[in-house]
């Protein structure tokens, strides 16, 4: 299979080296020649395009690596040069502008939540996405067919995909990515403040400061376009954390000791909750579903097993020799996950069978 990366950083180096590690053919492109050159030096492509189309050229599958930013502009030319049957996703932080400015039935959004600190395609490697979550957000127009590609060739790489709509995706991101980064710029802020304030050298960072600003001052071209793409959603989150921080300074001015003593504890018990949750794996289970040949179906049956927490682990689709219905095969991890995933997709209206 031809694989398409448009930029070829951290992510799309890192896609390109586990995409060649699975023998398929690799074309990148990257508006700096250096970077792209780089790529070519470390494998991480075949072959290095010329142009968009170049690069696009009997291509199944296409991910444009870009900042936010240049992503809406950079996907639209994707996909006017993309064949018929390729599909176009994306590795964006924030989904709900580009799932407007796209409605392309070949478009379906991505967002792989791996990476560091570090960025370029020095830093890219071919393990960078094992046992990763990888979020996807269909439209209701996005085809059955490029879906399953895509999440096989993603779980491929080791990720695990997870179908979310886009706005609920940009809803959590603000909180548990975007307002981090946030956080660790107004403290390291204030710290660096504090001890200029004292007149002193900046004395050893202790493992508390260095653990919470680990993500301080990212890089500005990436993060301010994430910032901005997600504003609205974010600021709400900005402002809920200072109504906290609010509340805990009451607390402590009101030497209000059990209080900030239910506080820890409640924190505590939060954070073990979603360590939890975010490792639980369990035994694999098989599902077909019986469903209408129309378009959107695949998108509908994994955005509602999304929503629902539920893993699919990979999937698999047959159309009936009529081509009017078919069944797509689930493979779902958890413990209860099948009988889960029955009740969800059995709401939507579509008869589910076991298969053990």
Not at 9 to 17: A, P, Q, R, Y
Not at 248 to 275: G, K, N
Not at 314 to 322: E, K, Q, S, V
Request: proline share 5%; net charge negative; glycine share 10%.
């Amino acid at each position: 299979m031809r694989v398409a990366v448009l930029g070829v950083g951290l992510i799309g180096g890192s896609i390109g080296l586990a995409a060649r590690g699975l023998g398929h053919e690799v074309a990148g492109w990257d508006v700096d020649p250096d970077a792209l050159a780089a790529a070519v030096e470390r494998n991480a492509v075949d072959r290095a395009a010329t142009s968009v189309a170049d690069a696009l050229v009997d291509a199944a599958v296409c991910f444009v690596c870009v900042p936010v930013g240049a992503l809406g502009e950079l996907a639209l030319e994707a996909l006017a040069a993309a064949p018929e049957e390729c599909v176009v996703s994306d590795v964006g932080s924030t989904k709900r502008s580009l799932a407007a400015a796209t409605g392309d039935e070949r478009f379906i959004g991505g967002h792989p939540l791996a990476g560091s600190e570090a960025s370029g395609i020095a830093h890219a490697r071919p393990d960078l996405f094992d046992d990763a979550t990888w979020y996807l957000t269909p439209g209701e127009r996005s085809s059955g067919v490029l879906y399953e590609r895509l999440h096989s060739l993603i779980v491929a790489f080791g990720a695990r995909p997870a179908a979310i709509d886009a706005e609920t995706h940009d809803q959590l991101m603000a909180v548990t990515s975007h307002l981090p980064h946030v956080l660790a710029n107004v403290l390291i802020d204030q710290a660096g403040d504090r001890l200029r304030e004292h007149g002193a050298a900046v004395p050893r960072i202790g493992p508390s400061l260095r653990d919470a600003t680990r993500v301080a001052g990212a890089n500005p071209a990436i993060w301010t376009d994430i910032f901005m793409s997600n504003a609205e959603t974010l600021s709400e989150e900005i402002r809920e954390v200072a109504r906290a921080l609010e509340q805990v300074a009451d607390r402590l001015a009101d030497s209000e000791r059990d209080a900030l003593d239910d506080w820890h504890r409640h924190a505590r018990e939060q954070r073990r909750l979603l360590l939890e949750a975010d490792l639980a794996g369990g035994p694999v289970h098989e599902l077909r579903v019986a469903v209408p040949n129309r378009p959107g179906i695949v998108a509908q049956v994994a955005l509602a097993l999304g929503r629902g927490g539920v893993n699919i682990v990979d999937m698999a689709l047959a159309p009936a020799p009529d081509n009017r219905s078919g069944s797509i095969t689930l493979w779902v991890a958890g413990d209860g996950a099948a009988a889960r995933a029955a009740e969800l997709v059995g709401e939507l209206g579509f008869p589910v069978h076991g298969a053990g």
